[in-house]
């Protein structure tokens, strides 16, 4: 199984509302990964967790919590957002994070609207 | 800023015509990634290249590094409708932490006309 699932696909939520996007694989990676991309712009690292342990934060906002729960399970908790946090919401794993030379495997992403 | 500056932006071309899409990155690179992305969805994984190579083939796919410009090149030969995407290049920065984060190029949009 190399495939990177997202849920859901599409999300609409207004600016007090708490949501959470999920991201799972199950092809034995370590590292996995939460990018922001904006339309006609290249993915944005958010988040990486190495391990199940977060490894990197890129300065996200705080309305944005990031979760392992277990080596297959990434969540992303949004809360207050605002309007410009509308984005694809991409997730990723890769065999660690140790390597330059790992592969990237990507989610089909969840569409956010924050109203 | 971006590791990676793609050009160009946007590229049409008629069915079966190659594509050539250029990236210029900035520090120094142990290899070069290509991805990608249809329209809306998640990236795909194309071709990696070493810094101590010089050209790469996948199929259609040829890449090319000069890492004296900085610069790498993705030729994809006889496109095909199908092929109509956005394509970014990838590069690995090491962290203060020890790890590898990705930074993507700014990317080609690429429309192949049938």
Redesign the interface.
């Known amino acids: 199984d190399t495939e990177?699932t997202q849920t859901p696909k599409h999300l609409v939520m207004g600016m007090t509302n708490k949501k959470s996007l999920k991201c799972e694989q199950h092809m034995g990676h370590r590292a996995m990964y939460w990018y922001k991309q904006k339309a006609?712009?290249?993915?944005e690292?958010m988040f990486?967790y190495?391990y199940e342990k977060l490894?990197?934060n890129e300065s996200v906002p705080s309305r944005f919590s990031p979760e392992c729960p277990n080596s297959s399970l990434l969540n992303l908790h949004l809360h207050a957002l605002q309007p410009e946090d509308s984005a694809?919401y991409?997730c990723?794993s890769s065999q660690g994070?140790?390597?330059?030379?790992?592969?990237?495997?990507?989610?089909?992403?969840t569409?956010l609207t924050v109203l | 800023s971006?590791q990676g500056e793609e050009d160009p932006q946007a590229l049409s071309i008629q069915e079966g015509e190659n594509a050539t899409m250029n990236c210029s990155y900035k520090t120094s690179?142990?290899?070069l990634?290509w991805?990608r992305q249809n329209s809306?969805?998640?990236?795909?994984?194309l071709i990696?290249i070493?810094s101590n190579e010089r050209e790469k083939h996948s199929g259609r796919l040829r890449v090319t590094l000069d890492t004296s410009k900085k610069s790498s090149s993705l030729l994809i030969t006889a496109s095909r409708a199908a092929d109509t995407a956005s394509y970014?290049c990838?590069t690995?920065i090491?962290?203060t932490?020890?790890?590898?984060?990705?930074?993507?190029?700014?990317?080609t949009?690429l429309k192949v006309l049938a």
Do not use: C, D
Request: hydrophobic fraction near 30%; glycine fraction near 14%; charged fraction near 15%.
């Open positions: 990177v006609k712009k290249p993915p690292l990486v190495s490894s990197i694809l991409l990723a994070t140790g390597s330059s030379y790992n592969e990237q495997f990507f989610g089909p992403g569409r | 971006q690179i142990n290899n990634q991805y809306g969805r998640g990236l795909v994984h990696l070493r970014f990838a690995a090491s962290t932490s020890g790890t590898y984060k990705y930074i993507f190029g700014t990317g949009r």
